[in-house]
């Protein structure tokens, strides 16, 4: 069955009352998405993620009856934007298959892949994370997670313990677990990336070797690694926490950071890291370091 789609851009600020007033007039579903190119990977805690300019897009069945309550729609929107909104036909389709065509094997460094179920590379010395797109933000197809996918490739991780700050769909620590690492703990404040993550530890078999808690949940620890895929803002307000995390010489691993930001995360953490050089892909970085023995 086709599908109509309605989308139009808004400020922020008005996107709730765009949002609210679609669903009263029927729409199976709105969905919000970015008008620009304005990265948002990772909110701070209690923070929802907005674009300031937000697309809104809203789904409706296709029949007469609602053709022309989509039309009246338009209409009303043009009246009210200045500009008349986006009304396309969408053929329906096997939508697990349209993300199968774009969601490859991919490897990450010498031994690590991350691949969709089922589609495990033609490499006999592969080390395979498991993994479909889900709720929660994180495939390894981002500039971000891939640095540090590539750094933990690197890495010497047999025996120690990892975490995961902000973990998504869970993909930095499980991949450090079938790295080697004898445990990782993950955190995030969004239950739905926390249980994401317990169901791909289960999928890949290291949920026996993986604990995963809500940030005020966390208990006290002295890590091997902390990886931070976040953004630079939370980055530098959390610095003297995570650093307090990692045992002496213990690697810092961050990311979610803009180019033009590196400066102000690698000061955060000046003094108390030994900072590598930063690595940067796609005007994103990654700052990496070890933790002095004297911070």
Not at 2 to 16: A, G, I, K, N, Y
Not at 78 to 84: M, N, R, S
Not at 234 to 258: C, M, N, Q, T
Not at 263 to 289: H, K, S
């Amino acid at each position: 069955m086709p599908w109509l789609q309605l989308s139009f851009d808004v400020p922020r600020e008005r996107s709730e009352h765009f949002s609210l007033n679609l669903e009263i007039a029927g729409a199976l579903s709105v969905t919000l998405g970015d008008a620009g190119d304005e990265p948002q990977l990772e909110p701070g805690p209690g923070e929802t993620p907005l674009w300031s300019e937000v697309t809104l897009s809203a789904l409706f069945e296709c029949d007469p009856e609602t053709e022309a309550l989509v039309g009246r729609l338009a209409q009303h929107l043009t009246a009210q934007l200045g500009k008349a909104p986006r009304v396309e036909r969408i053929e329906d389709q096997v939508w697990e298959r349209v993300w199968l065509d774009t969601f490859r094997p991919t490897r990450f460094g010498q031994r690590l892949w991350v691949c969709p179920h089922g589609q495990d590379p033609d490499d006999p010395h592969a080390i395979v994370v498991a993994l479909d797109p889900g709720l929660a933000f994180g495939t390894g197809h981002h500039a971000t997670t891939a640095l540090c996918l590539e750094w933990l490739d690197g890495a010497t991780l047999v025996g120690k313990t990892v975490l995961d700050f902000g973990c998504g769909s869970g993909i930095l620590a499980i991949a450090a677990l079938k790295l080697g690492a004898a445990r990782a703990i993950a955190v995030d404040h969004d239950p739905q990336a926390l249980d994401a993550t317990r169901e791909n530890a289960a999928a890949n078999g290291v949920a026996d070797r993986l604990d995963i808690h809500l940030p005020q949940d966390m208990p006290d620890l002295a890590v091997d690694c902390v990886l931070a895929n976040i953004l630079a803002g939370p980055l530098i307000e959390l610095a003297p926490r995570l650093v307090g995390l990692l045992k002496p010489a213990g690697d810092l691993v961050l990311s979610g950071v803009l180019a033009e930001q590196v400066e102000n995360v690698r000061a955060a953490y000046a003094g108390r890291i030994e900072l590598d050089p930063t690595r940067i892909r796609e005007d994103w970085a990654l700052i990496c370091g070890r933790r002095l023995r004297d911070a």
